[in-house]
């Protein structure tokens, strides 16, 4: 169980990117009373905020997982003892911070069960999609990193972030909260009529920048906050069915709205 008397010590994991870290750090009112980000470690040799975190005074890690694997000599992406190796070591790394939760923000890899047993039902990640939208197989519907193109491609008129707890399977975990809509606009259904493959792809693009701009802080420190007061408890989200678990969701104004009463 959390400790609920104290800020949530939070570990954060990127890799070119971290979206929402620097709205966490600088605007979240919330931090240093609900959370408090104890590090962050990316996967590659460096990150966009990087400089800025820094200057905030977070310990930042590089821990490349391209340098690792060509040490040892493994495949990146098809080499899951190496994969598993490489998140052994951040834990290593992370571990000294002490941290209640690991937050993946922009961070491009699964993580495999070595990471996920030491911080069992502690992961929690933010995707760029509404994870309460299930195919019939139960499955998010737009899972991975294209999930905005997706989305926009599955003929969706709007589109939401999703923070939720991760397990073993891709973007598959209950969410916690979701951001406000983000309207889709007209012009993307005349794009998938024509021969405008650019084009489509320019405005998934800016769609997909709208979202991580605007709504990655918010619906990070909404989930936090969530968490550090009790009124998300992760034990009880993960033994839960994930069909059955609605996310809180964030309107415009930075308001929250309890799943019971949750509106579009």
Not at 124 to 138: I, V
Not at 241 to 262: M, Q, Y
């Amino acid at each position: 169980m959390l400790n609920t008397h104290r800020p949530l010590r939070v570990a954060v994991l990127c890799s070119h990117q971290a979206p929402g870290l620097l709205h966490l750090l600088n605007r979240s009112p919330a931090r240093g009373v609900a959370f408090e980000i104890v590090c962050c470690v990316t996967s590659e040799t460096t990150f966009a905020e990087e400089v800025r975190v820094e200057r905030r005074g977070i310990p930042t890690l590089a821990h490349s997982i391209a340098a690792f694997c060509d040490a040892h000599g493994a495949s990146l992406y098809h080499d899951l003892d190496a994969r598993a190796d490489y998140d052994r070591e951040t834990l290593r790394l992370v571990e000294p911070f002490l941290p209640d939760v690991v937050l993946l923000d922009g961070y491009l890899y699964l993580v495999t069960p070595a990471l996920l047993a030491r911080f069992r039902n502690r992961v929690l990640n933010l995707h760029f999609s509404d994870l309460t939208q299930r195919a019939a197989d139960g499955r998010p519907r737009f899972p991975g990193l294209r999930a905005v193109r997706d989305a926009l491609a599955g003929g969706c008129r709007e589109t939401r972030a999703t923070v939720h707890l991760v397990n073993d399977k891709l973007d598959d975990g209950p969410p916690i909260a979701r951001s406000w809509s983000y309207p889709v606009s007209p012009l993307v259904e005349e794009l998938r009529t024509q021969d405008a493959v650019d084009v489509f792809k320019a405005y998934a693009f800016a769609h997909e920048q709208w979202m991580m701009r605007t709504a990655s802080g918010p619906v990070l420190a909404a989930a936090l906050e969530l968490i550090a007061a009790g009124a998300v408890n992760l034990d009880t989200l993960a033994a839960g069915d994930v069909d059955s678990n609605l996310p809180w969701t964030l309107d415009r104004r930075g308001g929250v709205v309890a799943p019971e009463v949750a509106v579009a």
